[in-house]
Each structure stands twice: as structure tokens, then as C-alpha cells.
């Protein structure tokens, strides 16, 4: 099993930043892609970014050139680094691990954090 642990989520001004960490635990062979994604009130879940082990980078449109995705893979945690923030960002952030091998012959598996909330006001 993983657990994914998010933190560095509240309350910023417009304009502002704020740095998301997610720290993977647990035993498992390989993580091959972090994301992060969010979900505002009466909206879907979105991607906003995503980095695989080998440091290839896809982001959301609405984010591009303000927020950066960074992983650490000595340490399992990826980052999300969000800059000029609007309040068009508010949302609860999810922390989200893809192709995770348990083993090395173990199937695909996907987790999920339990959200951090991000909140752009004034």
C-alpha cells in the first residue's frame, strides 16, 4: 500500500504563492507518475500537473507559466510550486500517485491523497 500525504495548502492573496508538498509512504517498488490535481466547489476534478519519474512535465493550460511540478525521487514527494495565484485557483488540491508497482512484477496501481485545501482571497 501507499499513502500519500499532502501539505503547504491555505489561504493566500491574489498574487500570491504558496509551495504543495506530497510525501509517498509505504512499500512499494516504483512510482512512475505523481500528479496534482484539484476539484472547486460544483466543478470535476482537474489535472493540473504532472511529473513522471524521469522528469517529463504536462501541465493545465490555466497554469502554465505560473505553477511548477518537482519531484525528489530520494524521497518520494513531489511538489507543486504555485505562483501569481488567482482566486480562480481556490480549490481542495489532490496529490495523486499513477503506475505504482508494489513489486517489481505487481500490476499497475493509482492512489490518491486526502486533499489540502488552497484557498485565493483578498
Known amino acids: 500500500q501507499v499513502q500519500l500525504v499532502e501539505s503547504g495548502g491555505g489561504l493566500v492573496q491574489p498574487g500570491g504563492s504558496l509551495r504543495l508538498s506530497c510525501a509517498a509512504s509505504?512499500?512499494?517498488?516504483?512510482?512512475?507518475?505523481m500528479a496534482w490535481y484539484r476539484q472547486a466547489p460544483g466543478k470535476q476534478r482537474e489535472l493540473v500537473a504532472s511529473?513522471?519519474?524521469?522528469?517529463?512535465?504536462t501541465y493545465a493550460d490555466s497554469v502554465k507559466g505560473r505553477f511548477t511540478v518537482s519531484r525528489d525521487n530520494a524521497k518520494d514527494t513531489v511538489y507543486l510550486q504555485m505562483n501569481s495565484l488567482k482566486p480562480e485557483d481556490t480549490a481542495i488540491y489532490y496529490c495523486?500517485?499513477?503506475?505504482?508497482?508494489?513489486?517489481?512484477?505487481?500490476?499497475?496501481?493509482?492512489?490518491w491523497g486526502q486533499g489540502t485545501q488552497v484557498t485565493v482571497s483578498s
Open positions: 511529473i513522471t519519474e524521469g522528469g517529463s512535465t
Open positions: 495523486n500517485a499513477a503506475r505504482v508497482r508494489l513489486t517489481i512484477i505487481g500490476s499497475f496501481r493509482e492512489y
Open positions: 509505504g512499500t512499494f517498488f516504483s512510482i512512475s507518475i
